[in-house]
C-alpha cells in the first residue's frame, strides 16, 4: 500500500521523466539515422504538434486530476474488477493486466478507424504530412478524453494493480514515440523486433495514404494482436521513402500542420459524406 501511495505521489514526475528522456532520444536518432526526408519544415511541425501534446496535458490534468492511476487505486480500495475480486499471484495480476490493456488500446484503435464520428477525430493523428517522434503524440483533445474513458472503463471491470497502470502509460508512451520514429533501423534487427513488437517500419505503413495500408498494423506495442486478427501488413507497396504520409484531402499546412487547424480538423467537411462513405471500411474520405 505504501509504494501504491508513493507511486501516486510521483507519477507525474516519473511520466515526465520518461516522455522527455525518450523523446530526446529519438529525437538524436533521428538526426543521426533518418529514415525519410522530411517535407515540412522541423520546427514548424514540432512547435504545434509539441503546442498539442502540452494543451492535452492541460485538459486531461483539469478534467481527471487523479488520471488512471487514480482510477486503478479507487477499484482496489473498493474491490472492484476481476484482479481486486480473485486472489491471483501478484507479478501475474501485473503482466496480465499490461497485456489486456494493450489489447483494448487495439481494439479502440481499430474502432476509431472503422467509425466515421471517431475517425473524424482521429484524422488528426493521422493528418501529419510527415511521420516522426512527435506524430506519435499527436492526438485531438476529444479523442484523448474519449481514450482516457476507455481506459477507465477498462481498469474497474479489470482491476489491475495500481504498478501495472503507470508500467502501461510509460511503456506506450515510450512506444509510441519509439515507433513514430523516422529512424532508419537494420532490417534484420527490424525483422526480428516485429514478431514480438511494433517496429517503426511496421507502423509508418499504418500512415500511408493509401486506405487499404492505413487499415492495417493497429498495434501501439505487441505485435501480436494484427497477426492474430488479420491486420498485419508487412511493407507499403511504394516502399518506406517513396510512400506518401497522411490523408488525401487534408494536405495544406494551415489545415493540418498549424494549431488552429489541427484543433479544427474533425469539424471539416459535410455530415452528408458519412452516408455516402460508410459502406467503405475505415477512412471516410
Ligand atoms: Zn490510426
Ligand atoms: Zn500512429
Request: net charge positive; charged share 15%.
Amino acid at each position: 500500500m505504501e509504494f501504491n501511495d508513493w507511486l501516486m505521489g510521483h507519477e507525474v514526475p516519473i511520466r515526465l521523466g520518461f516522455f522527455f528522456g525518450v523523446l530526446v532520444l529519438v529525437a538524436l536518432w533521428e538526426i543521426l539515422a533518418p529514415r525519410r526526408t522530411l517535407t515540412v519544415p522541423k520546427a514548424l511541425r514540432w512547435a504545434n504538434n509539441l503546442g498539442l501534446v502540452f494543451f492535452n496535458s492541460f485538459v486531461l490534468r483539469l478534467l481527471f486530476p487523479a488520471a488512471a492511476v487514480g482510477m486503478a487505486a479507487f477499484a482496489s480500495q473498493n474491490g472492484w474488477g476481476l484482479f481486486n475480486h480473485f486472489q491471483i499471484p501478484f507479478a501475474v495480476a501485473v503482466v496480465v493486466s499490461v497485456v489486456a490493456m494493450d489489447f483494448i488500446i487495439y481494439l479502440q484503435h481499430v474502432l476509431v478507424h472503422a467509425v466515421p464520428v471517431l475517425w473524424r477525430l482521429h484524422r488528426v493523428h493521422h493528418a501529419d504530412l510527415d511521420y516522426d517522434v512527435t506524430t506519435g503524440a499527436r492526438f485531438h483533445p476529444i479523442e484523448i478524453i474519449i481514450s482516457m474513458l476507455i481506459k477507465f472503463s477498462t481498469i474497474v471491470v479489470l482491476g489491475p494493480p495500481v504498478v501495472a497502470v503507470v508500467i502501461f502509460e510509460v511503456v506506450l508512451n515510450a512506444m509510441a514515440m519509439f515507433n513514430h520514429g523516422n529512424v532508419r533501423l537494420p532490417l534484420g534487427l527490424d525483422r526480428v523486433l516485429r514478431l514480438f513488437v511494433v517496429t517503426p517500419d511496421m507502423h509508418r505503413v499504418h500512415h500511408s495514404v493509401e486506405d487499404d495500408e492505413a487499415n492495417s498494423n493497429f498495434g501501439f506495442n505487441l505485435s501480436l494482436w494484427d497477426r492474430l486478427f488479420g491486420t498485419y501488413r508487412d511493407q507499403p507497396r511504394a516502399g518506406h521513402e517513396a510512400m506518401t504520409i497522411g490523408i488525401h484531402k487534408f494536405r495544406t499546412t494551415r489545415e493540418v500542420t498549424w494549431l488552429p487547424g489541427i484543433l479544427s480538423l474533425p469539424f471539416k467537411g459535410k455530415i452528408s459524406e458519412y452516408a455516402i462513405n460508410t459502406r467503405r471500411w475505415g477512412k471516410p474520405e
